[in-house]
């Protein structure tokens, strides 16, 4: 009753005034082989304290406790509890969008604030007030740039995260926008003289992650120094927001598009997360979304607008830039509230945390098994080639609390047994030698059993 408020009382006036008697004359036109003449085949109610004791006992399923190295896209950091103590606020949690200026001046200082330090982090003039995500923000990038330059080919690193790539090639086949994609050399780079090569005239644009997928930090400034002699702007895509913290922002970039769930937004099994994108002064009339600015009322006090909303909802449809109506405004919100408690100091520190133990752990992986892409710097991701399928060793990891690294082979068959792990600020020491443990014995177990033959020889 609680759930479907229609009392007894209730359904007989509503019988009352269609004029039937029952609920069977309500359904009489129907004929009799068409209807259900027993009750339904569930199970019984839930009382409220037991339907909240069943949802503790699934919840209990899905692992609690568990030390997790995945990362890939999806980092799991601290989370500050001021975050959610904050954007639960009425004027925050209920608020729709911010048209109308004078009835959102909280939202839009919140947004304009979210979009200054974002511009400061990437090195970029400006940002806008946010995208839906990491990947739809790259293929916005990438038809930003086809816009600027008025070509329609793009380059795109196969170090770009898969998933990324996946959505920018749904994106581009229905723009028309042929895509060429740059293998890696050996360093987990991508190839800058297969790169040179494919670029050319009708080249809008070159698409790199850094760090990308495997961890590995990207020579930005020659890539761009590849893509601007042609003519082509550089897109950078940056899906660990918190290397930031310590790695040089990519200011030779034209545009950056960048996943910010690792600022205080919930994993949240895939979402909702934040995706960003800035870029140079020059292009923010070709740039999604919409942008906060800063003016004064008639006063002189301080006050905040919507500034450029380049939709077709605002704007003549051919000028229109994209189908983004909106910003994550809520989650935009959990981020910049965490670039404000960190600051710039407790970022790099931040930062520092994620380097280091990432440091050691592929070092201690190393001693047992082989971690490729060593010669490139790197941030808190690498990638560990073992003897053993991955998904065999994360079973038996699973049953020390512990989720292994990321199997590759279905991204990239030629790694074979690679997985890629990640370690956060929330990594221990103690659980990254467990795991070294586990792989070690991992390892130890595959060569005595390609020993025995020989042995039995003997």
Not at 224 to 240: D, Q, T
Request: overall charge negative; glycine content about 8%.
């Amino acid at each position: 009753m609680r759930y479907l408020p229609k009392s007894p009382t209730d359904r007989e006036a509503m019988l009352k005034a269609i004029g039937v008697k029952s609920i069977d004359d309500l359904f009489s036109p129907i004929p009799e082989k068409y209807r259900l003449d027993r009750d339904l085949a569930v199970p019984r109610q839930m009382a409220e304290s037991e339907i909240v004791d069943w949802f503790k006992q699934r919840a209990k399923e899905n692992g609690d406790g568990l030390t997790s190295f995945l990362g890939a896209g999806a980092y799991s950091h601290y989370r500050p509890v001021v975050i959610d103590a904050l954007v639960q606020r009425g004027e925050f949690l209920t608020s729709y969008t911010p048209y109308q200026a004078e009835y959102a001046q909280g939202t839009l200082q919140a947004i304009f604030e979210f979009q200054t330090m974002v511009a400061e982090l990437t090195g970029m003039d400006l940002a806008n007030a946010s995208m839906y995500d990491g990947s739809t923000g790259a293929a916005e990038a990438v038809m930003m740039a086809v816009r600027i330059t008025g070509k329609h080919h793009a380059v795109i690193a196969r170090t770009l995260h898969p998933e990324y790539r996946e959505v920018i090639e749904t994106y581009a086949t229905h723009q028309g926008i042929p895509l060429t994609t740059i293998a890696y050399r050996d360093s987990g780079r991508i190839d800058l003289g297969a790169l040179e090569a494919a670029v050319g005239e009708y080249t809008a644009c070159v698409l790199i992650q850094s760090p990308n997928f495997f961890g590995t930090i990207e020579d930005v400034e020659a890539v761009a120094e590849i893509a601007h002699k042609r003519g082509a702007l550089l897109i950078v895509s940056i899906a660990e927001a918190v290397s930031l913290g310590i790695v040089e922002p990519p200011r030779a970039a034209d545009i950056v598009a960048m996943e910010a769930q690792s600022f205080g937004v919930p994993l949240g099994f895939g979402g909702p997360y934040c995706g960003v994108m800035a870029t140079k002064e020059k292009f923010v009339r070709q740039m999604p979304g919409r942008l906060a600015g800063q003016t004064t009322d008639k006063n002189g006090k301080r006050g905040f607008v919507l500034t450029l909303a380049t939709r077709e909802q605002h704007i003549r449809r051919e000028k229109a830039t994209s189908n983004i109506c909106t910003n994550q405004a809520l989650v935009a919100l959990m981020v910049n509230i965490f670039m404000t408690i960190y600051g710039k100091v407790g970022l790099r520190e931040l930062a520092k945390q994620n380097l280091a133990k990432t440091a050691y752990a592929a070092a201690q992986f190393g001693r047992h098994a082989n971690v490729l892409f060593s010669v490139a710097p790197r941030f808190n991701e690498f990638v560990v080639e073992t003897t053993e399928e991955p998904h065999a060793i994360n079973s038996r990891l699973l049953g020390h609390k512990i989720v292994g690294g990321l199997p590759l082979k279905k991204f990239y068959p030629e790694l074979g047994n690679a997985a890629l792990w990640c370690c956060t600020e929330l990594t221990t020491r103690s659980m990254i030698d467990t795991a070294v443990g586990l792989v070690a014995d991992s390892e130890r177990s595959v060569d005595v059993k390609e020993a025995e033959p020989a042995e039995a020889l003997r």
